[in-house]
């Protein structure tokens, strides 16, 4: 039997034995194998096919095309050196959206959906204005804005080329579903903006130390982009740099909404209540309990509103 005629008449049942025997066996640097082969092997159908976690259980029947076949060993191959399961599938869900991602972007975590969820809490009820994501990543926080909120524009921005072809491939399969224009440009942090006034800026920028990446899981220390994920000796660089622009960049009223190391809360609070436009500062819990959000608004220096 030719290896096209497999490929035609292969089931999901069928193509779920065998990922969880490439996935079982395990290769030179992982010689253990997956742990739950079975378990993994629908996860990578499930995100191929972007459907629940248990549609390859109930639709063993289904014929599998040769595209997705070989898509679905290469993904299984990935997994067994210790790629993490998104960077090995291509694909990522975040909030109602699916999208691309590859090495050269982080993967989207759940708590930058609750970064997007502060933002269009905070934003609602107010129709317009321009909304800026800074360090875009693959573009999970602009789309979403820009498919849920109520902007003129959104912009997102990134100091990686490479990141920037995946968010704006993401923008293009997304565009169906958006309520306002995305642009997505290149550049450091608000340094493409000073002819450009923002009612949000947000963003999820690099907060770890450098001397803190021995400790990371080896799935994000050894796949994830670096620039996505470390900022100076003690991971405030960036957010001390992007806190200074912003204040520079927002309206009066502006809401700036930046995600933050839980572990620094208090350090960014500090930071951000040293810029003498910006206050209203409080931080915001993760699901877990965690201080994972600061949020500010920028003074109205027509109003004299005091800080608080």
């Known amino acids: 039997?030719?290896?096209?005629?497999?490929?035609?008449?292969?089931?999901?049942?069928?193509?779920?034995?065998?990922l969880a025997r490439r996935l079982s066996q395990g290769s030179?640097?992982?010689?253990?194998?997956?742990?739950?082969?079975?378990?993994?092997?629908?996860?990578?159908?499930?995100a191929l096919y972007d459907v629940p976690r248990f549609w390859p259980s109930m639709n063993g029947d289904v014929g599998v095309d040769a595209a997705t076949l070989s898509r679905a060993r290469n993904?299984?191959?990935?997994?067994?050196?210790?790629?993490?399961?998104?960077?090995?599938?291509?694909?990522?869900?975040?909030?109602?959206?699916?999208?691309?991602?590859?090495?050269?972007?982080?993967?989207?975590?759940?708590?930058?959906?609750e970064l997007v969820d502060l933002v269009l809490r905070e934003t609602r009820g107010t129709d317009g204005g321009i909304a800026i994501d800074v360090?875009?990543?693959?573009?999970?926080?602009?789309?979403s804005l820009a498919t849920e909120g109520r902007?003129?524009?959104?912009?997102?921005?990134?100091?990686?080329?490479?990141?920037?072809?995946?968010?704006?491939?993401?923008?293009?399969?997304?565009?169906?579903?958006?309520?306002?224009?995305?642009?997505m440009l290149h550049g450091s942090f608000l340094g493409a903006f000073s002819d450009v006034r923002a009612r949000v800026i947000v963003s999820n920028p690099p907060y770890i130390a450098w001397s803190e990446a021995a400790s990371l899981?080896?799935?994000?220390?050894?796949?994830?982009?670096?620039?996505?994920?470390?900022?100076?000796?003690?991971?405030?660089?960036?957010?001390?740099?992007?806190?200074?622009?912003?204040?520079?960049?927002l309206v009066p009223g502006g809401l700036l909404a930046l995600e933050v190391d839980a572990r620094r809360a208090s350090l960014v609070v500090e930071l951000v209540s040293r810029e003498q436009r910006l206050h209203a500062i409080r931080v915001e819990l993760d699901l877990t309990g965690r201080e994972r959000f600061v949020l500010a608004r920028r003074q109205d220096p027509t109003t004299g509103g005091g800080r608080g």
């Open 1 to 18: 039997m030719t290896t096209e005629h497999v490929a035609e008449t292969m089931t999901v049942r069928a193509l779920v034995d065998d």
């Open 28 to 46: 030179r640097g992982s010689p253990s194998g997956i742990a739950e082969p079975t378990s993994e092997a629908r996860e990578i159908i499930a």
């Open 75 to 113: 993904a299984a191959d990935k997994r067994i050196q210790g790629a993490p399961l998104a960077y090995a599938v291509g694909r990522a869900s975040f909030r109602h959206l699916t999208l691309d991602v590859d090495e050269r972007v982080l993967i989207p975590r759940p708590e930058t959906e």
């Open 135 to 143: 360090g875009t990543g693959s573009g999970a926080i602009a789309i």
């Open 151 to 183: 902007f003129s524009r959104v912009y997102g921005t990134d100091i990686s080329l490479d990141a920037l072809a995946v968010a704006r491939r993401n923008v293009e399969t997304s565009s169906s579903l958006l309520r306002a224009p995305v642009k």
């Open 217 to 249: 899981p080896a799935s994000v220390r050894d796949w994830e982009p670096a620039v996505a994920l470390f900022s100076g000796a003690d991971g405030m660089t960036a957010t001390a740099r992007l806190v200074r622009e912003a204040a520079e960049v």
